[in-house]
């Protein structure tokens, strides 16, 4: 177990140390985005999804090191390899969507056909179990229909999910690591490391990345980080074979998108801020966050509102922790 946290504190210094001059350069380079909650719209650093991602390597190439050199523990390397290059590939869609700009980036047709192509490396391995069991159903066996099919959308649907209630101050980094420390802890339960190195790397570089993105924060994430964590909680649910449990952590996702569809995704997160900095909700409505600020009449900060949407995630991810201990999934 000792062996295992390494990775996490690999992943969390390296963010630590890279991130203040890295948030330096952008800010020098001009790479800047407007804090939309705040009445003020300050000037913040963007593009932090590259450190994320930058500690997120180190402690999977350090979990490799453990394994192949000092025999730590056993992971099955082409797996994580594959896993690695997926997450790393969406991470780089993410990236040139943020460097086109807000609003101006890859459109939405984009956002579900990149990611397909990024599944590539786990549908060459056939990653997983092709017998997946549905809650209240049981055990279905797909066959190929699994490594064509299921891993691709689950790929995609995971990373687009995931990019969709963001915009808050501390909102993407706080809920990833939530929905993270739920897929590792069922993970080392049932004896899956691979899968479980996956979370414990992405936890610690998110756990620093917190550091600067809680409010008020000094650089965003973007897309490059908010597709690359999505993309790990896929990876992590198919080679882990947690799909079930992948699918019901994310329930507040679906909402969200079911809200958005809606919309005909033209609405957005963001609250209207007032003076002191109070947010109240677009009239339009059109997201989770909207229906929460609705609930706060004009008198939710940014903090708060932020703080009940993280409180409702780890409400979630408890509940199906308990339901998998009791083995209901």
């Not at 549908?123 to 549905?134: D, F, K, L, N, P």
Request: charged share 10%.
């Amino acid at each position: 177990m000792l062996s295992i946290i390494i990775p996490l504190i690999l992943a969390l210094i390296s963010v630590l140390l890279i991130m203040p001059p890295f948030i330096r350069r952008m800010r020098a380079q001009g790479f800047l985005g407007k804090d939309m909650n705040k009445y003020s719209r300050p000037k913040v650093a963007e593009l932090g999804g590259v450190v994320v991602f930058l500690g997120f390597s180190f402690g999977i190439f350090s979990a490799i090191f453990l394994s192949t050199y000092l025999h730590a523990f056993t992971i099955e390397l082409s797996v994580l390899l594959a896993g690695f290059s997926t997450i790393a590939m969406i991470c780089f869609i993410g990236f040139i969507d943020d460097i086109i700009g807000w609003k101006k980036g890859i459109r939405q047709w984009q956002h579900a056909l990149f990611p397909i192509i990024a599944a590539l490396p786990l549908m060459a391995i056939a990653a997983g179990e092709t017998a997946m069991v549905i809650p209240f159903i049981g055990q279905i066996q797909l066959g190929i229909i699994y490594s064509l099919i299921i891993i691709p959308i689950g790929v995609t649907g995971a990373s687009n999910a995931f990019n969709m209630l963001a915009g808050f101050n501390g909102l993407e980094a706080g809920q990833g690591i939530i929905l993270t420390t739920t897929l590792t802890i069922i993970a080392l339960l049932s004896g899956q490391i691979t899968a479980a190195l996956f979370g414990i790397a992405m936890i610690g570089a998110l756990i620093a990345f917190l550091r600067f993105n809680w409010f008020p924060a000094r650089i965003f994430g973007g897309d490059s980080l908010t597709l690359m964590v999505g993309a790990n909680l896929a990876v992590m649910s198919i080679i882990g074979n947690m799909e079930s449990v992948g699918l019901l952590i994310v329930a507040l996702f679906i909402i969200e998108f079911l809200i958005k569809a809606k919309h005909k995704f033209q609405s957005e997160c963001f609250g209207r801020p007032n003076k002191k900095n109070q947010l109240s909700a677009s009239s339009k409505g059109g997201s989770l966050t909207q229906l929460v600020l609705r609930l706060g009449k004009g008198r939710f900060t940014e903090q708060k509102t932020t703080a009940i949407i993280l409180g409702l995630q780890a409400l979630l991810c408890c509940t199906i922790i308990i339901v998998y201990l009791l083995k209901f999934i």
